[in-house]
């Protein structure tokens, strides 16, 4: 991308945007009228192309996003996409206090005067954290009258191995809706992807949601980076949203491979295929690694470009991050 001053929406029609022809991802064009959650058999005949995903990621990689135009607005944007994340082992009351006020109230107020003017106040989408530290964000939440305007998310479902029994994994969800979370991120249990447990898997995650209800959005965290194969993470993905979750979400970040490119084209060209078959839009929450205003932007642009601006809300898109955040202020505070 050669031009100056490109808005991200209009990226679609620039130059150098990549040409996704989505059926050249698979060897063989996935039949989705065969896609079902009985036998499974689907899952043999999915071959990802790994000539075109690497072409694909090398193109996206290679655009230059470091001349968009309303840097000011897109900054603004991805603080209201981010779910605000900790997840430690000595993550304390006072710790979680600090976020969720972070959350709720992200720019000081010289910032505010600075870049928001007379504009609404903007919040970050989510505050994420462990099932033992949800009862300080909600603690907080109400106590600054803020329980619309910001998520409560909890991680769940043994995160972030997943090994722990199911009676306890589904015990925990159940728990963490008593306390009327908005929002559970549960892991997958990996070795049903890697032993093909499909049938088991989606019971699995059936169940989570189940759990859940309605009210409650579940995220499914695939852990794409211990998932092996590109074609397990296209099947990990559909199974999920087979089984009633409300997003993907990529990674705990605390594999050793986060969030990344190609797993990200894989799972937005699932999520395509889901929508085609259900009239479902499930959406995609990229985690793990994504500090920077670059980063987010190649996510932003990969979500547009591949599933279009309807995604581009907090609805469906979400960045998961325990130090965007901070970045993203810092960029504002220097323009
Ligand atoms: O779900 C969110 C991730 O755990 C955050 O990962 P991060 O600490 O690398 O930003």
Excluded at 310 to 318: Q, S
Aim: hydrophobic letters at 40%.
């Amino acid at each position: 991308m050669t031009q100056a001053g490109i808005d991200i929406l209009d990226v679609l029609n620039q130059p150098g945007t990549p040409a996704i022809e989505e059926s050249k991802l698979f060897i063989n064009p996935p039949q989705l009228d065969q896609y079902n959650t009985t036998d499974f058999k689907w899952v043999h005949d999915i071959q990802i192309n790994t000539k075109y995903l690497e072409d694909l990621t090398r193109q996206f990689e290679a655009v230059d996003l470091s001349r968009l135009k309303n840097k000011k607005s897109l900054l603004l944007k991805i603080i209201e996409f981010i779910d605000l994340t900790t997840l430690s082992g000595d993550d304390t009351e006072a710790v979680v206090e600090t976020l969720t006020l972070k959350a709720i109230q992200p720019l000081s107020e010289e910032l505010k005067e600075k870049v928001l003017h007379q504009q609404a106040n903007v919040h970050t989408a989510a505050v994420c954290v462990y099932p033992a530290r949800v009862v300080d964000v909600i603690k907080v939440l109400d106590r600054e009258n803020a329980r619309d305007d910001v998520k409560v998310a909890s991680v769940a479902a043994g995160f972030p191995s997943g090994q722990y029994l199911l009676e306890t994994r589904l015990h925990e969800i159940e728990l963490l809706a008593k306390q009327k979370v908005d929002e559970v991120d549960i892991v997958i249990q990996r070795s049903l992807v890697l032993n093909n447990q499909w049938p088991e898997l989606f019971s699995e995650v059936k169940q989570m949601k189940e759990k859940c209800g309605e009210k409650i959005h579940m995220k499914t965290i695939l852990a794409v980076g211990e998932l092996k194969t590109s074609e397990n993470i296209y099947c990990a993905s559909m199974t999920a949203m087979f089984a009633g979750s409300d997003f993907i979400k990529t990674s705990t970040g605390k594999e050793k491979t986060n969030a990344t490119i190609p797993a990200g084209i894989i799972m937005c060209s699932a999520i395509k295929h889901f929508h085609k078959l259900s009239g479902k839009k499930i959406g995609l929450k990229p985690a793990g690694g994504i500090s920077t205003f670059e980063d987010s932007v190649r996510w932003i642009y990969l979500v547009l470009i591949m599933l279009g601006p309807d995604w581009l809300n907090k609805d469906l898109f979400r960045i998961g991050a325990s130090s965007l955040l901070n970045n993203i202020l810092q960029e504002l505070e220097a323009l």
